[in-house]
């Protein structure tokens, strides 16, 4: 083995000696750093907090019967003047009635266009249950006259008058507070208010 070859093995090792001690070192440099320097928020806080709701999901996402119990429960809230139980004042359910109106109302106009009379008819069978008898009468009064069923204006009145008020905003509270129309309808109206 000549003095080339013994050069050759001795900076070959000490080069991967000091690689090792090189790598080392920089991963405790970065253990060191990560440890000392702030935690980061998470990504997806971030997106939430600045994600906005459309008209459109909205639409998708609620039917007319909904809506329309929806509006009743603020309504109500508007009348007796107090608060719920998920913390909705009077005042900001008055201002939440706008955005839902106009949501309302494109739903009805989406529910007029493709009105069949069977669906009309078997809604009016659980409209009580389901506290859905005001957005029937909406809906039937939206019709063209040719398209109004006999009798079925005085059916859609009688049932509503049977459907317990008191017991569909109870219902509705439970699905209203926290839910995503909740948070769209209040972003809306705060974006009225500009």
Do not use: W
């Amino acid at each position: 083995m000549g003095l080339a070859d013994f050069n050759l093995k001795f900076v070959g090792s000490f080069m991967v000696s000091f690689l090792r001690y090189f790598l080392a070192g920089g991963s405790l440099m970065t253990l060191l750093c990560c440890a000392v320097s702030p935690p980061v928020p998470p990504l997806v806080s971030t997106v939430a907090k600045t994600s906005v709701l459309s008209l459109e999901d909205m639409q998708q996402m609620y039917s007319l019967e909904q809506l329309d119990a929806v509006g009743n429960y603020l309504l109500t809230l508007v009348d007796e003047q107090g608060t719920s139980s998920c913390g909705l004042k009077s005042e900001e359910a008055r201002d939440e009635m706008r955005p839902l109106h106009l949501l309302r109302d494109r739903k009805l106009s989406a529910a007029i266009e493709n009105f069949k009379l069977q669906e009309m008819t078997s809604s009016l069978k659980t409209c009580r249950e389901r506290c859905s008898c005001g957005s029937l009468l909406d809906l039937y009064e939206g019709l063209p006259s040719e398209q109004k069923p006999a009798q079925m204006r005085r059916r859609i009145e009688m049932a509503l008058k049977k459907q317990d008020l008191r017991q569909c905003v109870s219902e509705t509270e439970k699905f209203f507070c926290g839910s995503s129309l909740q948070a769209y309808l209040k972003q809306e109206s705060r974006s009225g208010e500009k």
